[in-house]
């Protein structure tokens, strides 16, 4: 629905797109002009309730607009709310069709409810988001499969509080290869914090603590992580580990501080987490300059591995957790 405002007008237009005025961004997407990209601004005046859900940024065939949706900033500007069934952000693209045209989503906080994911993304590859805060009762972030593969997304300074499912879920169905996360936060959710797949995927700084199940699990090769703050995961775990992989040949962990400490209320009986990482059937995995302290096993403990390589005189140990 368009809605013309004169210049300076006291009641501002919720979405200002680059082709108009709209009551929501279903209506600004779906009238955009399809041979170019669209921009979707929300002001101030943006009210996520006047929205249906999802949100369907999808293409269809070959009409489909590349798209920047932004807010004015996640303490500002909110998409979605609790009650929403499903996901808030559907996002289907054209696959390899639209590998030059990402998707950008930036500077809103998303609210959702159960069922679904806060941003749903299929088939669309590079695509961007940045400064993004993630409260949904279901996952914040899903990259799912679809016809096509979503490699090469980057994730920027995305936090994920206190989320009913996985903080950052990728399926490997997605071939989610070459995933970036910067400086992202995965806090307080009830399933795992960063759900890792596709060839070299990585986490560069950020923290993930508090989670339900693992902090980190690793299914994929040529996975990395370094720089990162790892505390308290696997609170619903009987074996809580903060790092889990299975066949994660070629895993690096470099540079990152790890704590077991188990602060609240867990369900589990344990003093502190079991081990900081935790590998079955991994080849070839490299763990260097980490600096650790109050787990209730050991740093690191590999099942099935092969060349496992600690670099034992870069570690450094806080107190009288065993490395191995």
């Known amino acids: 629905m368009t809605r013309p405002t004169a210049p300076g007008s006291p009641d501002p237009p919720p979405v200002v797109a680059s082709h108009g005025a709209f009551d929501t961004v279903q209506a ?29 940024l999808h293409a269809d065939g070959d009409d489909f607009a590349p ?30 069709a639209g590998y030059s045209y990402p ?18 993304v299929e088939s669309s590859p590079q695509g961007i988001v940045d400064t993004v805060v993630l409260r949904t009762k279901g996952h914040g972030v899903r990259v799912g499969e679809g016809e096509h593969g979503s490699y090469g997304t980057t994730f920027s300074n995305v936090q994920a509080w206190n989320c009913g499912g996985d903080g950052f879920r990728l399926d490997s ?34 923290t993930v603590q508090l989670c339900h199940s693992h902090g980190i699990d690793v ?27 299975d066949g994660a040949h070629g895993l690096s962990v470099s540079g990152c501080y790890f704590h077991g400490a188990t602060p609240r209320r867990c369900w589990h009986d344990r003093d502190c987490v079991l081990r ?16 650790y302290r109050r787990y209730g096993d050991r740093f690191f403990k590999g099942f099935g591995c092969e060349r496992a390589a600690l670099y034992d005189e870069t570690h450094v140990a806080l107190d009288g957790t065993p490395l191995r």
């Open 103 to 120: 998707f950008t989503i930036e500077n809103l906080r998303v609210h959702g409810g159960e069922g679904g994911a806060g941003i749903a």
């Open 173 to 206: 169905g997605a071939n989610p290869h070459s995933t970036h996360f910067y400086g992202c936060r995965a806090t307080a959710c009830r399933g795992v914090g960063f759900r890792l797949r596709g060839y070299k995927t990585a986490i560069h700084g950020g």
């Open 276 to 291: 900081a990482v935790n590998l079955h059937g991994s080849k070839g995995v490299a763990v260097r300059d980490c600096v």
């Open 28 to 56: 600004a997407y779906d009238e955009a002009p399809r041979d170019r990209g669209v921009s979707i601004e929300l002001t101030g005046a943006y009210d996520p309730s006047a929205e249906s859900y999802p949100i369907a």
């Open 219 to 245: 299914r994929s090769p040529a996975v990395s992580i370094r720089d990162a703050y790892v505390e308290g995961n696997g609170r619903r775990e009987d074996h809580p580990v903060e790092v889990y992989g």
């Open 67 to 96: 798209f920047a949706l932004r807010g004015q900033g996640p303490s500002v500007t909110r998409i979605g709310h609790d009650d929403v069934g499903g996901d808030v952000l559907s996002i289907r693209g054209a696959g390899p």
